[in-house]
């Protein structure tokens, strides 16, 4: 079955949750399409554990695009997302638009995902539904704005900041997204956006009570060497991988490394 944006309403009724894992090459895809996730989110976090950045920022469109093309071969129903870039969107509505396009139809994505939901990000929004693009929202902790916020902790503490959030959220249901990620925020915050909105929220350190969950898929596996407060390795590869590279290059320097012993892994 091809899952389909317009299902994640109904799954929210009905109380279905939503499984959200990032990709950002063929082979993570493959492990999140493999996995049966319900969506594959391109994610600009790929900026920092994937391409070596501080933050997400540096990241270009065209560099965004390539990444996304990788992705898309390796999945055959699970929906695919793609983060709009820094600056890609808040410049003007045109060139928003323009990068919205150019991410469905070079990549063969189906939805783009934009940060923040103040008024000139809301209106785009508005925009780009309207132009046919489905759009997912992220508000809370949106890491484009780390130099706004002065860190990567966790935001909406205070009553006011939660209820600035809370606005935020709506003003995006309003504009046309059809699910948002909810990311650091405090859990009865999270709760109370989750009961609140009709669309589904998807949470990243926001609690046990959004519609869905999303991971980077680097923190899942364990492959970063920093992950965030709210990441969950499911499995050290980070510690595998390096022990492997080193019996590698033991067995390379006392000559005994002999290739074709593949079939042991299933492969
Ligand atoms: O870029 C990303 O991976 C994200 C998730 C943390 C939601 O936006």
């Known amino acids: 079955m091809i899952v389909n944006m317009h299902q994640f309403a109904q799954w929210k009724q009905e109380g279905k949750v939503i499984a959200v894992l990032t990709a950002w090459d063929y082979l993570s895809a493959q492990m999140v399409e493999a996995a049966g996730a319900d969506i594959v989110l391109v994610g600009d976090s790929m900026a920092m554990p994937v391409m070596g950045h501080e933050t997400t920022l540096p990241l270009t469109l ?13 999945i055959a129903k699970t ?4 983060d709009l870039p820094f600056f890609t969107y808040q410049v003007s509505r045109e060139a928003a638009m323009t990068a919205a396009g150019r991410i469905l139809r070079e990549t063969g994505a189906q939805a783009v995902k934009m940060e923040g939901g103040y008024g000139a990000v809301v209106e785009t929004v508005a925009a780009i539904v309207e132009a046919g693009i489905p759009v997912m929202g992220h508000v809370g902790l949106t890491p484009q704005s780390v130099y706004k916020f002065g860190s990567f902790g966790k935001q909406g ?7 600035r ?10 504009a046309g997204v059809f699910a948002i990620v909810l990311e650091h925020i405090p859990d009865d915050l999270a709760q ?5 909105l009709t669309i ?6 926001a609690g046990p009570d959004c519609n869905g969950q999303v991971l980077v898929t680097s923190d899942l596996l364990g492959l970063s060497d920093w992950q965030p407060p709210f990441a969950k390795p499911y499995v050290n590869l980070r510690a ?11 067995d390379v320097r006392q000559r005994s490394f002999s290739p074709g012993d593949s079939h ?3 492969l």
Do not use: N, Y
């Open 264 to 266: 042991r892994f299933g």
């Open 62 to 74: 065209d560099e965004m695009i390539h990444h996304a093309k990788m992705v898309r071969r390796a």
């Open 200 to 205: 589904p929220t998807i949470g990243i350190g």
């Open 79 to 82: 929906l695919i997302v793609v």
């Open 165 to 174: 959030i809370l606005k935020e959220a709506l003003a995006l249901e309003q």
């Open 157 to 163: 503490k205070s009553a006011e900041e939660g209820d």
């Open 192 to 196: 109370k956006i989750s009961q609140t």
């Open 240 to 250: 595998q991988g390096i022990s492997a590279a080193k019996a590698f290059c033991e």
